[in-house]
Nanobody
Framework: QVQLVESGGGLVQPGGSLRLSCAAS????????IGWFRQAPGKEREGVSW???????YYADSVKGRFTISRDNAKNTVYLQMNSLKYEDTAVYYC??????????????????WGQGTQVTVSS
């Protein structure tokens, strides 16, 4: 019943841009904390960016200044605008939704709902 679907991934050159989308059904995204996480082959899943139900936004140091998270409540969709992409950004990107506090946003285990992931590959 609850479903999160990511889209917008693809192959881009270093310095390029992508906009990822996370479309929700079965829940209202505006009532949840939403996180973007990524996982590269052989590495642990890491948090990228978060937006709270109140609209506060947070970023990992590695993407701050390059990525922007936003929400369109009318479309029940959260976006991750990714600019100035680097080789190190290559990963599968996941969105997740949960009811949790600020101190737990970084922790994947706190999120009840996850999308299927979308591949981002940065290559020359």
């Amino acid at each position: 019943q609850v479903q999160l679907v990511e889209s917008g991934g693809g192959l881009v050159q270093p310095g390029g841009s992508l906009r990822l989308s996370c479309a929700a059904s079965g829940l209202v995204l505006g009532s949840y904390a939403i996180g973007w996480f990524r996982q590269a082959p052989g590495k642990e899943r890491e948090g990228v960016s978060w937006i709270t139900s109140g609209g506060g936004t947070y970023y990992a140091d590695s993407v701050k200044g390059r990525f922007t998270i936003s929400r369109d409540n009318a479309k029940n969709t959260v976006y991750l605008q990714m600019n100035s992409l680097k080789y190190e950004d290559t990963a599968v990107y996941y969105c997740a939704a949960g009811l949790l506090g600020l101190l737990s946003l970084w922790r994947p285990s706190g999120y009840a709902y996850w999308g299927q992931g979308t591949q981002v590959t940065v290559s020359s």
